[in-house]
């Protein structure tokens, strides 16, 4: 049978926002609305860029001090051009070391706080709560993973070594989203939430109209059949 021109048209009931665990962390890589990830998502990145910019600053620049210094020190013998020549030496070889040195420091500071947060953020969407526990989790583990390679001993102090350094990170964290009046995860659960009821109206409202505007069109065909009748 023809589906009849003008019919009702069906709107889907807004999904509600997620209530489970695993369904919170999938949204983490997913794209809202506004084809942005979540706030989590980009902190994650964000806090990446800063280690690594860190960690490049905190390992080049003792190495190109002391490559300077170990360049002028060895090159009393050597003849220059002039002294802009020999200054310009001392700090090409302070440069070499520092891309060297502050590039082995600036990936192994990125990696780790990259592991750090994604457990951290991961713990703390899935159990949709934030708490010094997923912190000194996340320091643990990402600690562990850190000093494996060194054997059970390497282990076991990769693991107390993340735990001192996740309970401090975290309070800190915790703090500071504490002062701006709601942690992370209660801001998020807020914005889904008023999300959702502004969805929840909006679908209410859209149904609200064709349903009148279903039953407008039906006293409108039923009035010509009335006419024909009375004929």
């Known amino acids: 049978m023809a589906e009849r021109v003008g019919a009702q048209p069906q709107f889907g009931r807004p999904a509600p926002p997620p209530q489970t665990g695993w369904e919170r962390l999938s949204e983490l890589w997913r794209l809202d609305e506004r084809q942005r990830y979540p706030e989590e998502t980009m902190n994650i990145v964000r806090s990446a860029f800063t280690g690594a910019v860190i960690g490049w600053v905190y390992g080049g620049l003792p190495a190109f001090r002391q490559a300077r210094k170990a360049f002028i020190a060895s090159s009393h013998g050597e003849l220059f051009h002039n002294r802009a020549d020999a200054v310009q030496s001392a700090h090409r070889a302070g440069l070499r070391s520092f891309i060297r040195y502050g590039w082995r420091w600036s990936w192994r500071v990125a990696l780790f706080v990259t592991i750090f947060n994604m457990v951290s953020t991961g713990l703390s969407v899935y159990r949709n709560k934030t708490t010094i526990s997923n912190f000194a989790s996340a320091g643990a583990l990402t600690g562990a ?43 998020r659960s807020r914005e889904r939430r008023e999300l959702y009821e502004q969805k929840l109206a909006e679908w209410q409202s859209r149904l609200s109209v064709t349903e009148v505007l279903g039953q407008m069109e039906s006293d409108t065909q039923g009035e010509p059949e009335t006419e024909s009748k009375r004929i």
Request: zero cysteines; glycine letters at 20%; charged letters at 10%.
């Open 145 to 187: 993973i850190f000093r494996m390679h060194l054997g059970l001993q390497g282990l076991a102090g990769g693991f107390v070594f993340g735990t001192a350094f996740g309970v401090p990170a975290g309070g800190l964290l915790i703090i500071m989203q504490k002062l701006t009046g709601e942690t992370l995860q209660e801001k």
